[in-house]
T-cell receptor, first 113, second 112 residues
Framework: DTAVSQTPKYLVTQMGNDKSIKCEQN?????MYWYKQDSKKFLKIMFS???????INETVPNRFSPKSPDKAHLNLHINSLELGDSAVYFC????????????FGEGSWLTVV | DAKTTQPPSMDCAEGRAANLPCNHS???????VYWYRQIHSQGPQYIIH???NNETNEMASLIITEDRKSSTLILPHATLRDTAVYYC?????????????FGAGTILRVKS
């Protein structure tokens, strides 16, 4: 069983479209995250949720809206996609908010054309 | 937040120990050193962490200098599957919880 799974794995879309990436964790963790890895391979946190409550929002444009229907799911919706949004997006989870171990999904490769 | 400096790349022969250095000269007293790795096309994977004592687990050993300004991750018997980018991270724990700040890391190439 995959601990943190995200779909789709690959997504190619046109500028201006709206798209969503879904994430689910079956580890029973309280905290979930979205990270973005850009073309230079730097990995940066975007959001974190703890028990469905938004904890971290790292100056991400309003076009990015995370939604956590329950603590096992954290979806990322992106409006009006721009070329600069092309990146790999990683979902992750940890047992609690300050756990030292974060479990990452395999990533979603988003290409905006 | 303390910053880390790592060499951009290293090579290691298969079966030999891989020693990956990390400098974190501005680390504060309550900050931990974490190591993660990212194998190509996968998400990052936790390896080990420590505060000031040396640590060992099934994957690796972590040696932290007495002044805590640098550390070394040791993979005792590197295999081809250990080829990855290794990130040394000083934990940033802000008011709103756990934020890991990943730098450029070290590309470790294990060669047969």
């Amino acid at each position: 069983d995959t601990a943190v799974s995200q779909t789709p794995k690959y997504l190619v879309t046109q500028m201006g479209n709206d798209k969503s990436i879904k994430c689910e964790q079956n580890l029973g963790h309280d905290t979930m995250y979205w990270y973005k890895q850009d073309s230079k391979k730097f990995l940066k946190i975007m959001f974190s949720y703890n028990n469905k409550e938004l904890i971290i929002n790292e100056t991400v444009p309003n076009r990015f809206s995370p939604k956590s229907p329950d603590k096992a799911h954290l979806n990322l919706h992106i409006n009006s996609l721009e070329l600069g949004d092309s990146a790999v997006y990683f979902c992750a989870s940890s047992q609690v908010l300050d756990s030292y171990t974060i479990y990452f999904g395999e990533g979603s490769w988003l290409t905006v054309v | 937040d303390a910053k880390t400096t790592q060499p951009p790349s290293m090579d290691c022969a298969e079966g030999r120990a891989a020693n990956l250095p990390c400098n974190h000269s501005t680390i504060s007293g309550n900050e931990y050193v974490y190591w993660y790795r990212q194998i190509h096309s996968q998400g990052p994977q936790y390896i080990i962490h420590g505060l000031k004592n040396n640590e060992t687990n099934e994957m690796a050993s972590l040696i932290i200098t007495e002044d805590r300004k640098s550390s070394t991750l040791i993979l005792p018997h590197a295999t081809l599957r250990d080829t990855a980018v290794y990130y040394c991270i000083v934990r940033v724990w802000g008011e709103y919880g756990n934020k890991l700040a990943f730098g450029a890391g070290t590309i470790l190439r294990v060669k047969s």
